[in-house]
């Protein structure tokens, strides 16, 4: 996920001493890639001439291309800024968030729901909401969806102005407003394809930051092997292990035990996080067919089991240089990892390079967020609820016009996230609210015909209240003991999961079920719209196809993809639990 991290304080208190000595080769770098990103823009307008293709590339794109999108959507730079302050404070427990909190979530959407999703022919995750309950499921799903979309494109915002106040000395203000309006201009010239063609540079781009970073890093302490040596010394061998310390009963740094590591962020927030946030899907919702759908997030699950290292390594090396980061006499606080890598470490040209890493890292987050946001507000709320039934030009104009608005709002929330002091567990708390809500409806509605219409509404009502009641009055007023707003996220996903998942059995028990015939396709184990042609039936939502010519190749398949990619992650595990 755009993974939530939980260090001590937020990059609000990035240190004032860590400004870059940068010269005119770091701005010009700097500058030839703003230069690009509009050019794509430009470029992708030509493509866009209806609704679909300004908010779905027109269903075009390739596997290769949506499934970089997709993992470079997720790599915003409050992850790679976070976790390696996670990696500073807590060690390589890090590794959880990606090869537990995201590879089997990512999986099972491209094996299990990419098929629901691409088949149903819906624009967005909210209209598939539409197709299995009713409108107020729906209605209901596209406002918390639209309103989550435009805080959390705030957050990147907002982390964005304050890293570059401090490592560059621009105004909060003016960084703000300078990357609202690079991202508010390639995607309202070039819709979704501008946004997708944007995060694969994106993509490499980050990666070109972070790999000297983390060489050079590893140099610098003699090694994996010097690293490991050093830290086990001062921290403790915990500190280079996934699971020590994590015994039921067993206090840790982290706040949680396996069990709340499993289901809490393995289960619950991660499977909600990948499998219903729109922000993701949409970039395989994008593809040209349902193979290449089903592929986008197994091709992104390969890069996101690597990746923990780049942003990782970089912060256990801080632990290491700077022993006593994140108390106050150091000077240094754990978000300082990163920025005060790039300070010692990195020549000018290089050292331009990895701001522009961390500038695209921030435009792919939040342009995720713009891009589905206005997908979801056009289609699922404007189209279907105030404006109906217009020629399809108006919804390209209001789709644009909607992104400017949408950009103006994240402006205006990008200040909101200053009056938290850990912009990491405002982001987990976003998630537990929104997203594991929508998971449970999700669950039970596809793998449960007899989950009434109604059920829907009242399943996600249910959920993102008991997971609020529980972080600001259980947790926030000590009803129960959580050590740590991490652990108390944890929880609050846990208990609006059950919450959801009891309300929506309860209600479907007293309400009747949507008839048999309006779920083909929708529920697992109906019959899909080819079953139905060759029996003679009407074509229903729910689409199987034949691959198209390629896509048949061995390397190409979906569960070989899927179980591989599970297999190197649970393998990748081996060397951190001994």
């Known amino acids: 996920m755009q993974t939530p991290t939980s260090p001590a304080v937020g990059p609000t208190v990035l240190a004032a001493g860590l400004r870059l000595p940068t010269n005119g080769l770091d701005y010009t770098i700097l500058g030839i890639y703003f230069a690009v990103v509009l050019g794509i823009g430009f470029a992708a307008r030509r493509s866009v001439k209806t609704s679909l293709d300004f908010f779905l590339s027109g269903r075009s794109l390739p596997a290769w291309i949506t499934g970089l999108a997709f993992i470079s959507a997720n790599l915003a730079a409050t992850e790679i800024l976070g976790m390696a302050a996670n990696s500073a404070q807590y060690g390589a427990y890090t590794v959880h968030w990606y090869w537990i909190g995201a590879i089997p979530a990512m999986v099972f959407l491209g094996l299990v729901m990419m098929p629901f999703y691409y088949g149903s022919k819906v624009r967005s995750v909210p209209e598939f909401l539409l197709l299995r309950f009713d409108r107020s499921a729906h209605l209901l799903s596209s406002l918390l969806f639209a309103f989550a979309a435009i805080l959390i494109a705030g957050v990147n915002l907002y982390a964005l102005a304050i890293v570059v106040q401090a490592l560059l000395g621009w105004p909060q203000w003016v960084a703000i407003v300078v990357a609202g309006f690079f991202v508010l201009a390639y995607i309202t010239l070039g819709g979704l394809s501008s946004a997708i063609y944007n995060e694969v540079l994106q993509f490499f781009v980050i990666l070109a930051a972070l790999i000297p970073l983390t060489v050079l890093g590893l140099k610098k302490v003699g090694g994996w092997g010097g690293l490991t040596d050093k830290l086990s010394a001062t921290h403790g061998h915990d500190f ?339």
């Open 240 to 578: 280079v292990t996934a699971w020590g310390g994590t015994g039921i009963g067993h206090a840790n740094p982290l706040g949680a035990n396996w069990l709340t590591i499993v289901l809490g962020l393995g289960f619950v927030l991660s499977f909600g996080y990948w499998t219903t946030n729109f922000a993701e899907v949409q970039r395989a919702l994008s593809a040209k067919n349902l193979s290449a759908a089903q592929r986008t997030p197994l091709i992104a699950a390969f890069p996101k089991i690597f990746i923990v290292f780049l942003v990782m390594i970089p912060g256990l090396v801080v632990a290491v240089l700077v022993p006593k980061i994140g108390t106050p006499g150091s000077g240094l606080q754990y978000n300082d990892a990163i920025p005060y890598l790039m300070q010692e470490l990195l020549p000018n040209g290089v050292l331009g390079i990895a701001v522009t890493g961390l500038l695209a890292a921030f435009m792919a987050g939040m342009a995720a967020n713009v891009s589905s946001f206005n997908t979801v507000f056009t289609n699922d709320i404007w189209a279907k609820y105030v404006v109906k039934d217009r020629e399809d030009a108006y919804y390209v104009r209001f789709g644009r016009l909607i992104t400017a608005i949408g950009v103006l709002a994240s402006i205006g929330t990008a200040f909101l996230a200053s009056s938290f002091s850990n912009i990491m567990s405002y982001l987990q708390t976003l998630f537990s609210f929104f997203n594991v809500p929508m998971f449970v409806v999700f669950i039970v509605g596809m793998f449960w015909k007899r989950a009434s219409a109604k059920s829907g509404f009242w399943g996600l009502v249910a959920g993102t209240v008991t997971a609020m009641v529980n972080y600001f009055v259980i947790y926030k007023h000590g009803i129960i003991g959580i050590p740590t707003d991490q652990g108390a996220n944890f929880v609050s996903a846990i208990a609006g999961f059950v919450a959801g998942a009891v309300v929506m059995v309860a209600v479907s028990l007293f309400t009747e079920p949507k008839p048999a015939e309006s779920l083909q396709g929708l529920v697992y184990g109906t019959l899909p719209q080819s079953r139905l042609r060759s029996t003679g039936g009407t074509p229903l939502p729910g689409m199987a196809e034949p691959p198209a010519a390629g896509d048949d190749a061995w390397y190409r398949k979906p569960a070989l993809l899927g179980w591989g990619a599970v297999v190197l992650a649970a393998a990748c595990y081996i060397p951190f639990s001994i």
